[in-house]
């Protein structure tokens, strides 16, 4: 529940009381936030006593009297910025003229209420000013979420360009000052590690690329009855030389006949970046196998390692963007962190859903049920 506070402003007492007794029980439920406002209440006789007390604690809500005893309303209204930026104000008058009303308006009020009004009244002018407090306070919250989220993004994304940049421009100043003698062969071993880190950050393009594409809900989306053992053959022989490169053997369950609905990229991407994963984290020596299979209408997507594995820690986190677990037998392998995120993504636009279980020291397996894909 959210509580807005309500500082009421008259020199009728009556007027003070009643107000208070309407606000006491009164709530506005907002079901599209599962949420629902509530109110609580000061009081003030006088305009000094209206801005001791705006001094001592700001309220949310101003129900202010627009003609007061020692000050006008207009007067405190426009006393400084903390009423004006601060309260949402709602003037309250017996003298309902437009002119008063242009005035209010002028000086920051959100609304006027007219003498004498009715609880009805009330509650709906009420209604109104904490309905638009509400929607105004969440939407800055979520510029303020948007702002930070946007700032750890560059942040992690420029230490992961800038840590490959300093290791080959290091590279290339030993190479520049012929540190290691004339012959070409001494920096074979500096100019393949430049090659490695140049790869990590093609990666990382093509990953954010993707990431963006499927993000930004602008990528043109081709569905389509997709044959998936050719599909996933492919992506087997894109990722059959680093395999081989530590005898990791690879191996595809997938019935011939098996078609689905969907993007055909998308699910390149999705296989891919499974596959990709799983012979990363492997043990040389080590098993990588990939099941595709129909599940009802949809699609189970299998990929199983016998890797280093994870604990439930880890994995807890495995499918957030740059998130890449660290420990003594990870340190030393390259990504982008943002392989698994966009897997992840691509199974939520399928409204799927996917899980990892996970071993330390016997590897990984991860489980990824999608439903077939329908034109919007």
Request: net charge negative.
């Amino acid at each position: 529940m959210t509580t807005f506070s309500v500082l009421i402003v008259d020199d009728e007492p009556g007027m003070r009381l009643g107000a208070e007794r309407i606000l006491k029980d009164f709530r506005i439920p907002l079901p599209d936030f599962g949420e629902e406002i509530a109110f609580s209440t000061r009081m003030a006789a006088t305009g000094g006593e209206a801005l001791a007390l705006l001094e001592a604690e700001t309220p949310d809500l101003l129900l202010l009297d627009y003609k007061l005893p020692d000050v006008q309303g207009l007067e405190i209204l426009s006393s400084g910025a903390r009423v004006k930026n601060n309260v949402l104000t709602v003037m309250i008058t017996a003298y309902a003229s437009l002119e008063v009303a242009i005035n209010a308006t002028k000086n920051g009020a959100f609304d006027f209420l007219a003498k004498p009004f009715t609880p009805e009244e009330l509650t709906n002018t009420m209604r109104k000013a904490a309905e638009h407090l509400f929607l105004e306070r969440k939407a800055q919250k979520l510029e303020a979420e948007k702002r930070q989220v946007r700032f750890q993004f560059v942040s992690v994304l420029a230490h992961e360009l800038k840590s490959p940049l300093a290791a080959i421009e290091n590279y290339l100043r030993i190479m520049a000052g012929r540190v290691s003698g004339d012959a070409l062969s001494a920096y074979d071993g500096m100019i393949d590690r430049s090659l490695v880190r140049i790869d990590g950050m093609r990666k990382l393009i093509v990953d954010l690329l993707d990431l963006t594409h499927i993000e930004s809900g602008q990528k043109t989306r081709t569905l389509e009855a997709v044959s998936l053992r050719p599909l996933a053959e492919e992506a087997l022989e894109r990722i059959r030389g680093e395999a081989e490169m530590r005898n990791v053997a690879l191996a595809l369950d997938c019935d011939a006949a098996l078609s689905f609905s969907c993007d055909r990229g998308e699910l390149e991407i999705l296989i891919s970046n499974l596959l990709t994963n799983a012979v990363k984290y492997n043990r040389d020596g080590g098993e990588v196998m990939m099941a595709l299979a129909a599940d009802g209408g949809g699609l189970r997507c299998e990929c199983r390692d016998t890797g280093i594995g994870m604990t439930a820690e880890e994995a807890a986190g495995l499918f957030k963007e740059f998130y890449r677990v660290k420990n003594a037998k990870t340190k030393d392998i390259l990504g982008s962190g943002l392989g698994l995120s966009i897997v992840k993504k691509i199974v939520d636009l399928y409204g799927g859903t996917i899980a990892v279980e996970s071993v330390p020291g016997e590897g990984t397996t991860i489980r990824a049920v999608l439903k077939a894909a329908r034109e919007n």
